[in-house]
Nanobody, 118 residues
Framework: QVQLVESGGGLAQAGDSLTLSCVAS????????MGWYRQAPGNRRELVAT???????TYADSVKGRFTVSRDVAKPEVKLQMNSLKAEDTAVYYC????????????WGQGTQVTVSS
């Protein structure tokens, strides 16, 4: 079973930048979408950003213009560059893989904490 390993979380002040990385422990075959979700205390998990194998990206409205998702299809690896951080970005961030072809179960990382102080 392929595992997703995240790194790069931590403490930051409002206005700072952080970069999250997620690397798969093995190969993921076929076509798949990689991305990031987050979950703040008391809230449900929400989509932050995704990137397809063709490089198409989607972002939550709350992070547009501040966050950038990128992907290295050779590894596979996905990164999330987070700029101009806000206190409301505080959450556990989860790496996610949605396998499209062949259709298979989604993969989730263990989560990495991002805490932004105002």
């Amino acid at each position: 079973q392929v595992q997703l390993v995240e790194s790069g979380g931590g403490l930051a002040q409002a206005g700072d930048s952080l970069t999250l990385s997620c690397v798969a422990s093995g190969s993921i075959f076929g076509r798949y979408i990689m991305g990031w979700y987050r979950q703040a205390p008391g809230n449900r998990r929400e989509l932050v950003a995704t990137v397809t194998d063709m490089g198409s990206t989607t972002y939550a409205d709350s992070v547009k213009g501040r966050f950038t998702v990128s992907r290295d299809v050779a590894k596979p690896e996905v990164k999330l560059q987070m700029n101009s951080l806000k206190a409301e970005d505080t959450a556990v961030y989860y790496c996610h893989v949605h396998r499209v072809v062949p259709s298979a179960g989604d993969l989730w990382g263990q989560g990495t904490q991002v805490t932004v102080s105002s």
